[in-house]
């Protein structure tokens, strides 16, 4: 048994059809920005939408290389998928501001008939961009954890003729404020497709896609695009400085055959999610038998803001 096989099984609890095992020390492995549609006449432009996705910044390899400890490395070697924000962040209850968010994508499909479940598993840190030194009414003013406002992991699947977004975010901080709870991709009931996308009268985007995006925000943290997860507090690991990294473990299961979440885990800890159903949109032309697992990341204030992947596990069953 290599070592690699060695670290997927003791690091990992992948189901029994693994789909892509990557390790991001030996390159991006078909890991990717996500980037808008370029299809409209004459020049390439994009769809019209309220929500400018060519100000995402793109994914790289990263040695996580600081200011003070010089280079810290991933937990499997040197590199690790790093994705970024540009230090640009709009309040949370208004619309995102460009390039406040992050984004890596992994474009998939299903190739084995009868499998009925979904899984994705990775390793992970976040930090923000430890810059300049906050104002002295902070009682930690060079520890800038407030500034990262979310971040998450999921799947955008479309089969038997209907979409779905599932995934889970940690809602870290909201305005300044820390809140450090899960929650749940689920849309608001009742909220129509112009008011998911803020207003926007026949956007491209309809109720349940791309939350990370559209879906009103409230300032308790409420989104229409997330609900809480019961028991969803839970303080993470941020060490004493911005440029120490703990290496975290994060899994999902789903059923594609029901449309429901099964299990979360994050740590040592495993919410049962089973009976919580996706959402469901009709299909989009072209992308019948996606699967796309995704990542992404989000500041709260004018400071980028990273989240590291170290490697991640595909697996059905």
């Known amino acids: 048994m290599s070592v690699d096989e060695i670290l997927l099984r003791s690091r990992y609890s992948p189901l029994k059809n693994i789909l892509s095992y ?61 994705l970024s924000t540009r230090p640009v962040a709009a309040p949370y209850t208004e619309i995102p501001a460009e390039g406040c968010l992050g984004h890596a994508i992994k474009r998939m499909s299903f190739y084995r008939p009868g499998c009925r479940y979904l899984q994705i598993e990775c390793w992970f840190s976040y930090t923000a961009e ?58 608001k009931e009742g909220i129509s497709d112009k008011e998911w996308a803020f207003g926007l009268e026949g956007d491209w985007c309809k109720k349940g896609v791309d939350p990370w ?44 055959e029901s449309r429901e979440y099964i299990e979360f885990q994050c740590q040592d800890r495993i919410w049962d999610m089973r009976g919580i159903k996706s959402d469901l949109t009709d299909a989009y032309n072209r992308i019948d038998n996606l699967i796309n697992p995704l990542f992404w990341v989000g ?18 069953e």
């Open 130 to 187: 430890q810059d300049v030194m906050d104002e002295d009414n902070r009682s930690q003013p060079g520890l800038h954890e407030n500034s990262i406002r979310d971040f998450g992991m999921g799947f955008d699947i479309q089969v038997n003729g209907k979409r779905s977004h599932v995934g889970l975010r940690y809602l870290n901080a909201v305005d300044g404020k820390l809140v450090q709870k899960w929650q749940y991709e689920l849309s």
């Open 213 to 256: 995006w559209f879906g009103r925000r409230y300032p308790n943290g409420d989104h229409d695009g997330f609900k809480d997860l019961a028991d969803g507090h839970q303080k993470l690991i941020y060490n004493e400085t911005d440029c120490k990294l703990n290496w975290q473990y994060m899994r999902l299961k789903i059923d594609t």
């Open 299 to 316: 500041t709260d204030t004018n400071r980028r803001v990273f989240l590291y992947i170290d490697s991640v596990v595909v697996s059905q």
């Open 22 to 82: 990557d390790i991001f020390n030996t390159g991006l492995n078909g890991w990717m920005t996500l980037m808008p549609n370029f299809t409209e006449y004459p020049d390439f432009d994009v769809p019209k939408t309220l929500v400018c996705k060519d100000q995402w910044p793109p994914v790289m390899l990263s040695s996580a290389t600081y200011r003070y400890p010089g280079t810290h490395g991933a937990m499997s070697g040197t590199y690790s998928l790093k």
